[in-house]
């Protein structure tokens, strides 16, 4: 069975749980401090980040790399298109999210509010959650933008784009930094996509000194 | 003809124009101020981040959906092996420049003494210049190690993950700040893929107030 070394927010190791899930791939969970430096984690990966798959026999690291790499040898049901175009507009979307919806957000937002005091690195920078909590709504806003001529973020078909998304949103939703009221168009895309069998173990995490806010794993919030 | 908006010293465009070179696919190079926010260029890439690429009738913007579309489209010569694992492998590496070297060095290095300079954004920040002068090191070592047993960074073929980590390199040596002798196999490396015939535009760059180093561009350095 493969292993997923992981932290339950983390929106990198979210997206490998959700496109391990969607290919009904099984996988045990093995929560990793990677802040401790661990030796043996070290050996595993290098770089000293999560998420670490274990698959086939082979120890990987990266996210954007796992998920290609579960893609093309899983390839059902699909999570990249078929056309270099759409897959192009697909990647392109990981990216932003993964990158610049991780600058200006994910790491203002969640690494002040949670990842900090977990770790024991001090308290939130109130600038940093300030320019979090504002940049959210211009991604917010791109996002309604999206949807506003495709059902899914990044054409007709869910794609890992729309699990790059839906992993750093979800965990901002834990701490109750996304306002699903800001577009109707974004709230029906992630009421569509949390109500996934896929996303049932993302739900039910729950993270010591952070309680699961009420509306956080309802299907109709 | 395709048209990449870029900035020359740019590791990210570099990898592009790279990519686009070794392919063969002629290309016409337009500096793009970004910081500079023009409206038509936020138009083209509401990121307001180079590289652009106009290609195909598209434009296109994130460096890694770029380089996968244009192996894609242009298969030959290829920059990414066959099989599965290979793939994950260079993509995992082209990864950990972008994001961990691009993050530990080139930003603290590049940025600092560069960007900051070009962008009217002030003066390089000493403990930054100071930590990525220590963290190239440790890099360069974890090149020479996978060389160590490898003809290339990835495997035995040159491919995409070369490119990323001599986009990477190339900038940063433009500044003098690589010691090229502290490891012989990384220093063979860089002799065999600078003198490829796709590194000559890169080679031909010249920034103002940056005069080149005289060893920059010269194959047997």
Same mark, same amino acid.
């Given at each position: 069975?493969?292993?997923?070394?992981?932290?339950?927010?983390? !929106?990198?190791?979210?997206?490998?749980?959700?496109?391990? $899930? %969607?290919?009904?791939?099984? &996988? #045990?969970?093995? @929560? *990793? /401090? =990677?802040?401790?430096?661990?030796?043996?984690?070290?050996?595993?990966?290098?770089?000293?980040?999560? !998420?670490?798959?274990?698959?086939?026999?082979?120890?990987? $690291? %990266?996210?954007?790399?796992? &998920? #290609?790499?579960? @893609? *093309? /040898? =899983?390839?059902?049901?699909?999570?990249?298109?078929?056309?270099?175009?759409?897959?192009?507009?697909?990647?392109?979307?990981?990216?932003?999210?993964?990158?610049?919806?991780?600058?200006?957000?994910?790491?203002?937002?969640?690494? *002040?509010?949670?990842?900090?005091?977990?770790?024991?690195?001090?308290?939130?920078?109130?600038?940093?959650?300030?320019?979090?909590?504002?940049?959210?709504?211009?991604?917010?806003?791109?996002?309604?933008?999206?949807?506003?001529?495709?059902?899914?973020?990044?054409?007709?078909?869910?794609?890992?784009?729309?699990?790059?998304?839906?992993?750093?949103?979800?965990?901002?939703?834990?701490?109750?930094?996304?306002?699903?009221?800001?577009?109707?168009?974004?709230?029906?895309?992630?009421?569509?996509?949390?109500?996934?069998?896929?996303?049932?173990?993302?739900?039910?995490?729950?993270?010591?000194?952070?309680?699961?806010?009420?509306?956080?794993?309802?299907?109709?919030?």
């Amino acid at each position: 069975m493969a292993k997923l070394y992981h932290v339950p927010l983390s !929106p990198f190791c979210r997206k490998v749980r959700l496109s391990l $899930a %969607e290919k009904k791939i099984e &996988c #045990e969970l093995v @929560e *990793e /401090k =990677y802040w401790e430096k661990d030796p043996d984690f070290l050996r595993r990966n290098p770089a000293a980040k999560v !998420p670490v798959l274990k698959i086939d026999g082979r120890t990987m $690291a %990266e996210s954007a790399a796992i &998920c #290609e790499y579960i @893609e *093309e /040898k =899983y390839p059902e049901p699909p999570l990249m298109p078929r056309s270099s175009e759409a897959r192009y507009e697909v990647r392109r979307l990981v990216g932003w999210f993964d990158d610049k919806f991780h600058n200006e957000v994910t790491s203002k937002l969640l690494y *002040e509010r949670v990842n900090k005091k977990v770790t024991k690195a001090g308290f939130p920078d109130s600038g940093n959650v300030k320019a979090g909590a504002k940049a959210i709504k211009y991604h917010l806003d791109y996002m309604a933008w999206l949807l506003d001529h495709r059902r899914w973020l990044a054409g007709d078909t869910m794609t890992l784009a729309d699990f790059a998304a839906a992993a750093h949103l979800s965990s901002l939703d834990y701490i109750r930094d996304v306002d699903w009221n800001r577009s109707e168009a974004v709230k029906d895309w992630y009421a569509k996509i949390k109500s996934r069998p896929a996303f049932r173990s993302i739900l039910a995490d729950q993270v010591p000194g952070f309680p699961q806010p009420p509306h956080y794993a309802d299907l109709d919030f």
